[in-house]
């Protein structure tokens, strides 16, 4: 096989690789981990069942690999290198209002959420998964942020880290997973302002010029 041929196999299997891990998402959030078996994923992505097995072990590989996909796309918002220089406020204000719109418009990120907390009880293991890809890398990257920005003076950063991501999680889990959007209204932009001013100060005061009144 030339070595165009060897490119054309790696792309069919990349792109059934993708089919497949797409099938098992539209599975996983429609009758839950318990519920789906390897046939519907296999039926899902258009593949024989054969076939899932040849690129995933079993169901909680295929599992991993979604959460490990789902983490580099989610971790990429945490580069600093992405977010470019700036004031530490400039920063985290980029950094936070990407990462909540990101919470509040994909809705597929919501529902998975919402699964692995759903079957945590029954497969503790998901749930690990989750934190190991997901969660604590997010709060490492955040923490590494805050301890070198020469702006920031937080006297420990990864218990910052943890509260400010802790505080977004939980208006996503309030807002829209339990549904409590009408009973506790709050626009995201408060939030995050909050949580800027939490870690580097209220912005100063500007007051008018002799003569005016102060406001």
Known sequence: MGIQGVRSQRQLSSEKTAAILAGAMQQFLRYGYAGSSMDRIAAAAGVSKATVYSHFRDKEGLFAALIQQMAVEKMALMDREHFGEGSARELLQRILAQGVGQL????????????????????????????????????????????????????????????????????????????????????????IQALVNLICGAPAQVWPSAGGSRS
């Open 104 to 191: 509040e418009e994909d809705d597929e990120y919501g529902a998975f959420i919402r699964l692995i907390i759903g079957e945590s009880g029954r497969f503790p293991q998901l749930a690990r998964l989750f934190v190991e890809n997901i969660s604590k890398p997010g709060v490492d990257r955040l923490t590494q942020l805050l301890a070198a920005h020469p702006q920031v003076q937080c006297s420990d950063p990864e218990a910052t880290a943890r509260i400010v991501i802790g505080a977004v999680v939980h208006y996503k889990l309030i807002q829209d997973i339990l549904h409590g959007r009408d009973i506790m209204p709050l626009e995201s932009d408060r939030i």
